[in-house]
């Protein structure tokens, strides 16, 4: 069957669960999972015979909205939290994965701008970082404890403020990218370029491994979920810039409800990242190097593996109609 008659045969299927998903029409959640079987059906064929088709794409759309209407009208729901990590998170990052492959993208470039920024021009990490944060620095090299600013304050008051603050600037990637997605796109630019040229900074001191032990054991959580809301200011951004068959409103409050729940995801991360720098980091000097190293891998490896890996499972057990519930 040609692609066009495909989709003139199939419209007013597809139209009414568009209906269904933003409640303009009642339907219980029996006929919902009757219309998501349809619709998954509908989707392998175009899967298998129109593969690079914008079909697929908005009926892939359509099945995961539709799948997570099941299971919010669910009439047992043993732990709506749970279900809101172990599910619905990794159904939405797997949908959206694209604009977390912009963010991780752009972010890697601006990473390298500022390395190369700062290997180039002796100047730019003190434009950059500020004359006194770099002065201090230097002088904790001297002193032989380059991440020496870590111990500063008491233990839980800079949990509490360096939690605040990272939860208070992610907000910032995400709520701006109603601005179309140009607001996220410069924060995660000045983030990326600062990185750089911090880490520059330290290698160029040749400082570079004790920076990364104090760094990166609460970096790994912290940088990740930063890079977490940008994607998530991007979606809510390319929720007005293409509605696709939508209207520009029902896009935007698709993509707004989406986006807000992928940036509520990254919170934990950044209240463990807190906690990380706030009492873990300040003793990374006198730890010993296994320790360090085992702690960054690990932080690295749980985040990567719920926002990168585990979304391809759920998805893949979800086609399978198996239960993971």
Known sequence: ?????????????????????????????????????????????????????????????????????????KRVEKNRLLSFFKIEIPLLVYQYRRYLLYAFTLFFCCVAIGVISAKYDSDFVRLILGDDYVNMTLENIKDGNPVAVYKSGSNWGSFIGIT???????????????????????ELLKTGIMLGSFQYFFYNENVFWESVRGIWIHGAFEI??????????????????????????NSFKTGFKDSLKIYLSAYPFFIAAGFLEGFITRYSIDMPHWLSVFIILSTLSIISFYYLIYPFIINKKIKKNVSII
């Open 1 to 73: 069957m040609r692609e066009v008659a495909f989709i003139k045969q199939n419209k007013e299927k597809w139209l009414d669960f568009e209906q269904a998903i933003f409640g303009k029409s009642k339907k219980n959640p029996d006929e919902i999972a009757s219309l998501y079987i349809h619709l998954i059906n509908d989707l392998s064929y175009a899967q298998t015979y129109y593969p690079k088709s914008k079909t697929v794409v908005y009926l892939n759309h359509l099945a995961s909205q539709i799948y997570q209407k099941i299971y919010k009208t």
């Open 164 to 186: 605040l603050n990272n939860l208070y600037y992610g907000t910032l990637c995400f709520i701006y990218g109603i601005f179309l997605g140009i607001g996220t796109f410069i």
């Open 224 to 249: 990740f979920a930063i890079v977490i809301h940008a994607s998530a200011g991007f979606i809510l951004g390319a929720s007005i810039l293409f509605p696709k068959t939508f209207s520009r409103l």
